[in-house]
């Protein structure tokens, strides 16, 4: 199992601490009871920033115990969570090394040889930048249902999307018999399933699913290892893979998600723009996956922290004349949208739709 804490870099600091209280504690506090397993976590540097902000102390220490204790590793990703097929190269790189870096100033470990694409978002292109032994990606991005395929150099561990999509989409109170029915039947016989999900859902989504990790470690039947134990164990196994698909976790076609309406274009036009002028922390903030994830209105839809993107757009260009001009055009037209009726027909038309793809 890899857990992803993150949260986005403009989130309101009482959010973060509400969240911190009502998951990230919880679950860490539970892995130190706990014995004989191994569990692989994702630190978002974004979040680290606020959890350092707001002195929690015990948050750190967890960590450094489980770490010492060996029953978790860290892997690195992209500090400011970017969907990194729709990032400049540049960025993405840089984005690693801040991240890479930062976790190694707090905790003073190497991650392992593993690497978690922000929303598993990769594609052929976006997998050359990362350097890395293993990389964590969604089923969809590999022809096969083998949960370890080997694609050049590199192995890829392949979210298993039903047992994600139960952990984060069961509409009512999630039993253990559930979770470990569909276990059960999605490992067949590679007797290896993988799978990836938000740390948020474990007691801030969910009340119940801290109890669910909690049963899930206790049950006799299932072991949790880390990534790096699974490469280890089942590598020799990995079936090689000729080409993979332009793919992600959520449910849509290739990064539509993220840049399929005309206010999301605006926006990577807009990040387009600044990128040419500058590169600093400011511009590596505003590649943030979360601005294009609310303005996508399927359903989500929050313009208050798009704004905080675009400010920190136009302080990075050190509000040069034609990001301002263009930074005011796109929140001219976000907040039309927003007040046109739209938001909520779109609402309803999510609501309406049994199937919540998101194509092209």
């Known amino acids: 199992m890899v857990l992803h804490f993150y949260q986005p870099p403009t989130q309101e600091i009482g959010i973060t601490r509400q969240i911190l209280n009502s998951c990230y504690l919880p ?19 974004s ?23 060996q029953k978790i590793e860290l892997v690195n990703s992209a500090i400011y969570h970017p969907i990194i097929p729709l990032t400049p190269a540049d960025v993405v790189n840089r984005q690693i090394t801040k991240n890479q870096q930062l976790l190694e100033d707090l905790f003073g470990v190497k991650t392992a040889d593993s690497f ?15 350097d890395c032994q293993s990389v964590i990606v969604d089923q969809t991005a590999v022809e096969t249902k083998s949960p370890i395929v080997k694609f050049g150099q590199k192995y890829l561990l392949a979210n298993n999307r039903p047992v994600c999509e139960l952990l984060r989409s069961y509409p009512r109170e999630l039993k253990i018999a559930v979770a470990v029915d569909l276990v059960n039947k999605n490992c067949e016989d590679e007797q290896l399933l993988v799978t990836a999900n938000d740390a948020e859902l474990f007691g801030h989504h969910y ?11 206790d049950f006799k039947d299932i072991k949790f290892i880390t990534v790096s134990q699974a490469v280890s164990q089942f590598g020799s196994k990995s079936i090689a893979a000729d080409d993979i698909k332009p793919s992600t976790w959520q449910n849509c076609q290739n990064f539509s998600l993220w840049d399929k309406n005309d206010l999301q274009k605006e926006y990577l036009k807009l990040l387009e723009l600044s990128h040419r002028l500058s590169d600093n922390d400011l511009l590596d903030q505003s590649y943030s996956s979360c601005y294009l994830y609310w303005l996508s209105n399927w359903p989500w839809w929050h313009p208050g922290l798009v704004e905080k993107g675009v400010e920190n757009l136009i302080k990075s260009a050190g509000n040069e004349k034609t990001v301002v001009s263009a930074a005011q ?18 609402y309803q038309e999510y609501n309406q739709t049994d199937d919540k793809f998101l194509g092209v």
């Not at 978690?116 to 990362?130: C, H, K, N, Q, T």
């Not at 009340?207 to 470690?217: C, G, K, T, Y």
């Open 329 to 346: 055009s796109f929140l001219d037209n976000m907040w039309k949208y927003h007040n046109s009726g739209l938001v909520e027909k779109k």
């Open 207 to 217: 009340v119940e699913r801290i109890q669910i990790i909690n049963d899930l470690l």
């Open 27 to 45: 679950i860490l506090r539970l892995f130190t009871q706990k014995t004989d397993f191994g569990l692989t976590l994702n630190l978002s540097g």
């Open 116 to 130: 978690f694409p922000p929303e598993l978002a990769v594609d052929s292109a976006g997998l050359d930048l990362i």
């Open 47 to 69: 979040l680290l920033q606020q959890l350092r902000q707001l002195e929690a102390v015990e948050f750190f220490d967890l960590i450094k115990k489980l770490l010492a204790d």
